[in-house]
Each structure stands twice: as structure tokens, then as C-alpha cells.
């Protein structure tokens, strides 16, 4: 590996799960605002929904979400509370239709089964269901029972999205997620025995102890369950934002050149599996609804990585949340108690948020294009954003100009990024990102 590649490698720069990314958000958005967005969403438009869960009976300590450790349950009752009402506080403001939800956590699978019906019960009375909505459910394999697996039925799943993270002991060990593969083949087949369409399985390169055999056992072990999809995600080791992975010794983790041997032959193993590879870091079965969407150019990224869901409206719910719509981003507040303080007094619980220029736009949709299809058109920009958009054309041309690599050319109309700099998409991106470096936010390594 050549001084220049490790460098790019070992380059901190977001995960483009949106744009302008989560840390460029400031406190200067009021939640009179948010809601005059909310209010302003056309009768009968489809939207997205997103559940927190912001709690776990354990921590993994790889993890970087928003979410605590709790022993006792009364704390997740009383947060439940809170998320009931805010509920009913927003469905009574907008007008859309569900087209999907999606739980996530923290473990959403650690509520009690009635109350995991009951918060399904108050979505569907808040908002108006699409008859074949997506529901999606992230799962730790350590909560299951038989009542949780009805339960899961009740609400009318969907999709099972599974961690695995890796299958090593010494590796689960390390990061505190100890998870068999027998226990987790038995929720996959439960799943499924619930009439689950499609399971996805998320499974981690770089993490601590982790080598080229490690990481091969554990993805030969991921593919005999037969996932539907396969999510393979790089570990972002970031403990001045997550203070939990200090538990972590970094003397465990790999290096760049590691990490990067680990995710091709991951991503080999996984495609010579049968599964087309989707985006950057997602797999799936041809005939999956992603496979699909990235081969007809419909291929979307948002908070939960890559998705075919099309709408252009996602409202967070519970803390840390964030909204997407027209007019920007709203994020509620990361801290529980504020967020069910704020509810109680019958506001919502935005933060912090942005609201788009045009710029964030057109810079917006270069970088989700970038992610999604690895090019974009110039043709295709200037339809879509109009003549304001031919800077950003210029701009473009500059960037593959000075690339003595050719990792980013332009062929045609097109400006496309080699195959051969897929890995580094998130690098090639961030050339587009005009507010990369503008704070003092941190991200994680490339690769």
C-alpha cells in the first residue's frame, strides 16, 4: 500500500447519511418552526416514520448511538409515556401517509411485548398506514422470547434487522455482545416463522482482535443463514463522542491497511455469494426491493444507510431523533429527560436543526448520487437545480482535473468515480462538502 493510499485510508470524513451532516447543526432552529414545517407537508404526501428506543439491558461498547443502559424498567415506561404523547402531538400537526417506520435504538426489542403493541397502537391511531407499509425492526438476538416474537407479529414486521457485528468470542468479549451463532440462527428462523419477508444481518470489520480469518469465519457463518440483505460496516472508533469505547483498547484495533484488507475480503466473500453489492457498504439478493433500486438508479440514503424508501419526508421520534423535510433538518434533544420535560409542556422536542439553501440542495444530492451510484450527472444537476448548479459542474471538473490517480473522472456527461475508488466513496464526497471543516467535528477513519 502505497504513503498516499494509507493517508486516505486513515482519512476522518463523515458517513453522508445526509447533508449537511448531523454535527453542522446549530441550536437557532425553533421548534415553532419545526412544527410550521410539519404543518406545511401536503395532504396525503407519503412519509417515513423513525422510532428510538434510547435504552439497552446492556451497553456494547463498540456502539455509537444515542442510547443508556438501564436494569430497571420503570425508566423505560415513563420514556414511553413521553413517546406516546409526542406522538399524538405530531400526528395531529401533519397530513402524510406511512409509507414505512422503522424501529431503532438502542434495542427496541427490549420493551415489554404489550408495550411494543401498545406504541404500534398509537402510531396508527397518530398517523394514516399505507395498507402495505414497511414495518422494520432492529432485534438483539439477547431479548427474544416467544412473547416478543408474537408481538413482532402483532405489529405486522416486515423486516428483521439482526446485529451480529462478528461471531469470534474473543471479538464479542471485547466489545462487551457476547451472541452466539446457534441463538442467532434461531431468531432468524423464528422470524421468518412469523412471516418476516426479509432479514437483514449487520456484521462489523475493525473492530478489536478482529483478523482477515476472523472476519472470513464470520461472514461464511452470516451467509449459511441466507440473509436477505447483509449490512457491513467499518467500526468508527470515536471515543471523545462515545465515552463507553474507551472500554476499548486501541491497541486491539487494526490498522488502516487491516481494516481494509478486512472489508474486501468481506465484500468478496459476500459477492461471490450471489448478493449484488449495493452502495458502499450494502449487500443484497438480486431480486431484493435494494438490489433493485440500485440498478434502476432509485438507490436513497438516509440516517439508516441505504433504503429504496422514496420519501422524501422522515420524521424522528424520541430523543436524539432527526426529521428530514422540505424546507431542512430538525433533531430533537439527545437527552431523555429533556426531551419528556419538553413533552410534558406540550412542545416538541427540536433542538437543534438547518434549514437548506439552495446550495445544501444541490451539494445534497451530488453527495447522496456519489454514495448511492458512484457517479452523477452534470445534465441530470443542471435540469434538476438550474443554472446556479453549472458552479458546482465547474467544480467537479476542477476535482477530477487534479486527481493523478483517476480514482474521479468525467466520461461524457457523466463524472464517475473509478471502481477501483469505491472504497474511498465517503473521501471523494467529502471534496463536495462545503462545510468539512468549518467546526471542530470529528469523524471516523474512511475505511
Not at 469505547?245 to 461471490?272: N, V, Y
Request: some cysteine; hydrophobic content about 40%; overall charge neutral.
Amino acid at each position: 500500500m502505497s504513503p498516499k493510499t494509507a493517508a486516505t485510508l486513515s482519512r476522518a470524513v463523515p458517513r453522508y447519511t445526509s447533508y449537511p451532516t448531523a454535527p453542522h447543526f446549530h441550536a437557532g432552529l425553533p421548534a415553532a418552526t419545526f412544527r410550521g414545517w410539519l404543518a406545511e407537508l401536503a395532504d396525503g404526501e407519503e412519509i417515513s416514520l423513525y422510532v428510538h428506543i434510547p435504552y439497552c439491558d446492556r451497553l456494547c461498547w463498540f456502539c455509537a448511538c444515542h442510547t443508556k443502559q438501564t436494569r430497571r424498567y420503570e425508566p423505560v415506561d415513563a420514556y414511553l409515556r413521553s413517546l406516546r404523547d409526542e406522538i399524538a402531538m405530531v400526528g395531529a400537526i401533519t397530513a402524510g401517509k406511512v409509507r414505512a417506520v422503522h424501529f431503532g435504538g438502542g434495542s427496541p426489542t427490549m420493551l415489554r411485548p404489550d408495550d411494543l403493541i401498545a406504541l404500534d397502537r398509537a402510531l396508527r391511531k397518530a398517523f394514516a398506514y399505507l395498507p402495505d407499509t414497511e414495518i422494520s425492526v432492529e432485534i438483539d438476538p439477547n431479548d427474544m422470547d416467544e412473547a416478543r416474537f408474537d408481538a413482532l407479529a402483532a405489529i405486522g414486521m416486515t423486516r428483521a434487522s439482526l446485529g451480529v457485528q462478528d461471531f469470534d468470542p474473543k471479538v464479542q468479549r471485547a466489545i462487551n455482545r457476547e451472541q452466539s451463532f446457534e441463538q442467532t440462527a434461531a431468531v432468524v428462523e423464528a422470524v421468518r416463522s412469523c412471516g418476516v419477508r426479509s432479514v437483514n444481518l449487520d456484521l462489523l470489520y475493525g473492530l478489536p482482535h478482529q483478523t482477515r480469518d476472523s472476519v472470513a469465519s464470520t461472514v461464511k457463518c452470516a451467509l449459511a443463514l441466507e440473509p436477505d440483505r447483509i449490512a457491513l460496516f467499518g467500526y468508527a472508533h470515536v471515543p471523545w463522542f462515545k465515552k463507553h469505547q474507551m472500554m476499548i483498547d486501541e491497541a486491539w484495533l487494526p490498522g488502516a491497511g487491516d481494516r481494509f484488507a478486512q472489508s474486501r475480503l468481506a465484500s468478496d466473500l459476500i459477492e461471490r455469494s450471489g448478493y449484488q453489492e449495493v452502495g458502499l457498504d450494502h449487500f443484497a439478493r438480486p431480486g431484493d426491493t435494494l438490489a433493485v433500486a440500485a440498478r434502476n438508479g432509485r438507490l436513497r440514503r438516509n440516517f439508516q444507510g441505504y433504503t429504496d424508501d422514496r420519501c422524501a419526508t422522515l420524521i424522528g421520534l424520541g430523543p436524539s431523533s432527526i426529521s428530514r423535510l422540505h424546507q431542512g433538518y430538525a433533531q430533537n434533544t439527545t437527552v431523555t429527560g429533556d426531551y419528556e420535560r419538553k413533552i410534558a409542556g406540550g412542545e416538541l422536542a427540536v433542538a437543534r436543526g438547518m434549514q437548506f439553501t439552495d446550495d445544501d440542495r444541490i451539494r445534497g444530492w451530488v453527495i447522496e448520487r456519489l454514495m448511492c451510484d458512484f457517479a452523477f450527472s452534470s445534465q441530470e444537476l443542471v435540469r434538476r437545480f438550474g443554472e446556479s448548479a453549472q458552479a458546482l459542474v465547474a467544480e467537479a471538473e476542477c476535482h477530477a482535473a487534479s486527481d493523478p490517480d483517476r480514482l474521479f473522472e468525467r466520461r461524457g456527461d457523466l463524472f464517475v468515480v473509478a471502481d477501483e475508488g469505491r472504497p474511498l466513496v465517503r473521501t471523494i464526497a467529502a471534496k463536495f462538502d462545503r462545510y468539512l471543516g468549518a467546526n471542530q467535528a470529528r469523524h471516523s477513519v474512511a475505511v
